[in-house]
């Protein structure tokens, strides 16, 4: 079992840059494939960017390709999110998570397929 702890979050005026970071404990991080998912007011958790277990494969959904970076650091255990360009409709809870995998190169973009989630952290941006 692995716990996962966020930060990072904060208000940005649009334009702006955040770092999101996950620091996993207990079974070693390297051992899941890792995600980062959003929730806005009144809305669905959505899918954001994933990264498989080796950190070679990485997946963005639409809205943020471009402007995100997933990254992770095995040796530290860390997975981090990089925010560029933020728009005010960027605004929402982000959560990390972790999910079970076999392969190194497995990307996981499936919030079902999600085993373990962090608390989340807020971001806003305001315009």
């Known amino acids: 079992q692995v716990q996962l702890v966020e930060s990072g979050g904060g208000l940005v005026q649009a334009g702006g840059s955040l770092r999101l970071s996950c620091a996993a404990s207990g079974r070693t991080g390297s051992s899941y494939a890792m995600g980062w998912f959003r929730q806005a007011p009144g809305k669905e958790r959505e899918f954001v960017a994933a990264i498989s277990r080796s950190g070679y494969s990485t997946n963005y959904a639409d809205s943020v390709k471009g402007r995100f970076t997933i990254s992770r650091d095995n040796a530290n255990d860390t997975m981090y999110l990089q925010m560029n360009s933020l728009k005010p409709e960027d605004t929402a809870v982000y959560y990390c998570?972790?999910?079970?995998?076999?392969?190194?190169?497995?990307?996981?973009?499936?919030?079902?397929?999600?085993?373990?989630w962090g608390q989340g952290t807020q971001v806003t941006v305001s315009s």
């Open positions: 998570a972790a999910a079970d995998s076999w392969s190194r190169q497995e990307v996981v973009v499936t919030l079902i397929r999600y085993d373990y």
